[in-house]
């Protein structure tokens, strides 16, 4: 049985999150243009400011919010999570805060399953305590993120990978201390077999950058998702992560749980976009009335509030699976979580920008964030119409071709079989509407 029932003590820690992100985070927020990557931690004007709300979450026990008490986390189940990533989803700098930003989370999950004493000395354990941030290196030009088509590859000569090619989007790149390259190692495997994950230090001669684009609306040309030229770039044969060949298995340990952290970040997102309508349509006043009193503005907060809830279902129902063991057969609905996150925020933000009117569409509110981050989301580890196909997939496995010349649900055939089992005639019934 599902049960959704919190602790207590787990609502206390909740009230705290809600109290801390509204005094401390949503001003943070307004004091730091949102185009400064929150994840640099070499830009020591806005350290001075994060470094103390960090200590603060710190003394809570709270965090590294995603992770297990052995990597130094307060070791919640998802559906905790879920609650508390919620409340961060609301705020731009939420996550480095509390120590879950990506793509240092799931970078510091493959360290933690993957790498050596070595490496999780050198890179895990400074990555943890945001000291240092990292980059994962995968999407191709060429070859998008469809690892069946990379070029990008590593040659192991003696004890070193030489790695040649290029990655772009390669987010942070340009403050990373060290990135996790996916190469081509063995070009001559099956298709989901020719991949490595490599751990390549920023420093290493050979890496260059030939861009740095931004999102849209950031800021031309310095943007944080770096196109990585690597040229002769030697690393030790130790940096790689997992088995020669198992790149894939590394890349998919990432994603899974990140897909739906940011599934939850993004429900926080859409009820402040609902607060915002909310305001607004008790405040303003048209043709002598709020807008409240619109029914089409009625219509457009309610469909929003609906979609939201049943987003926060399915997120809360996926977190429940991998609470209980389901991680494998939760991969349908992590790829549902990613797909409706892409479209619920994109009908939410649109219409509480439409909602605010020319306020809405300024630069002047953060519906202007939340509009140019949700452009990313259906994209970003892999665009929606991948994962459609994905759940597509796995709900055909449930089916087989119908046993007969006609469907299962043939009316003729299923009347048939319903006289044999009740040995009437079904014409028996049909008296017309008079009875
Ligand atoms: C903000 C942001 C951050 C990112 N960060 C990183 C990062 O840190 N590291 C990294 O390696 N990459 C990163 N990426 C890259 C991202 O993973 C890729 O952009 C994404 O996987 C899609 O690849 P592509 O851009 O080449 O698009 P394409 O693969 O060319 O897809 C373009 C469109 O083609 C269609 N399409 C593609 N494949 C199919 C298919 N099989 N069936 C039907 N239609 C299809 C879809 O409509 C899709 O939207 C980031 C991207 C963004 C936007």
Redesign the pocket.
């Known amino acids: 049985m599902i049960d959704f029932r919190l602790d207590p003590a787990f609502e206390e820690k909740l009230e705290w999150v809600r109290t801390f992100v509204r005094e401390k985070i949503d001003p943070l927020d307004a004091l730091i243009d949102e185009h400064v990557a929150p994840w640099n931690p070499r830009d020591k004007k806005a350290m001075a400011v994060v470094r103390p709300l960090q200590a603060e979450v710190r003394a809570q026990g709270l965090w590294g919010l995603h992770l297990p008490p052995e990597l130094g986390g307060p070791g919640f189940g998802q559906v905790e999570l879920c609650h508390l990533n919620e409340i961060l989803g609301r705020t731009n700098w939420g996550p480095t805060i509390f120590g879950c930003q ?2 240092d989370s799931g970078n510091s999950e493959i360290l933690a399953r993957f790498g050596t004493e070595e490496h999780k000395k050198r890179f895990l354990e400074p990555l943890l305590a945001n000291e240092i941030v990292s ?7 060429e ?4 690892p069946t088509q990379f070029r990008c590859s590593a040659v192991l000569e003696g004890d070193e990978w030489v790695i040649n090619g290029e ?7 340009a403050q990373a201390e060290f990135f996790i390259a ?1 190469v081509v190692t063995e070009p001559d495997a099956p298709r989901y077999e020719r991949l490595s994950a490599i751990i390549v230090p920023h420093d290493t001669p050979g890496i260059s950058f030939v861009s740095q684009p931004g ?1 849209a609306g950031e800021p031309y040309p310095i943007g944080s ?1 770096s196109h990585v030229r690597y040229d002769n770039v030697r690393v030790p044969r130790e940096n790689l992560l997992g088995e020669r060949g198992g790149g894939f298995k590394v890349a998919q340990a990432r994603l899974g749980g990140g897909r739906i952290h940011h599934a939850m970040r993004v429900i926080g997102m859409c009820r402040k976009a609902i607060d915002m309508m909310g305001e607004r349509a008790h405040s303003r006043i048209t043709q002598g009335e709020t807008l409240a009193r619109k029914q089409l503005v009625q219509v457009d907060i309610g469909q929003c509030w609906i979609e939201v809830e049943q987003f926060k279902l399915l997120v809360m129902r996926t977190a429940w699976m991998f609470d209980n063991h389901m991680e494998k057969e939760a991969l349908p609905w992590i790829a549902a979580c990613k797909v409706a996150c892409a479209q619920i925020s994109h009908n939410v933000i649109f219409k509480a920008m439409h909602m605010l009117g020319s306020l809405g569409v300024s630069n002047q509110t953060p519906l202007a964030r939340m509009w140019s ?1 949700l ?2 989301m ?9 994962h459609q ?1 994905f759940a597509g997939r796995a709900v055909l496995k449930n089916y087989r071709a119908a046993p007969g010349r006609f469907p299962t649900d043939y009316i003729p055939d299923l009347r048939a079989r319903a006289e044999q089992i009740f040995g009437v005639k079904a014409e028996d019934f049909h008296h017309g509407i008079a009875g």
């Open positions: 990506a793509p980059c994962f290196s995968m999407t191709e030009v070859g998008g993120s469809d990655k772009w989007f390669s987010s942070n790149a996916m999102m998702h981050s452009l990313a259906g994209m970003a580890d892999g665009p929606t119409e991948i196909m």
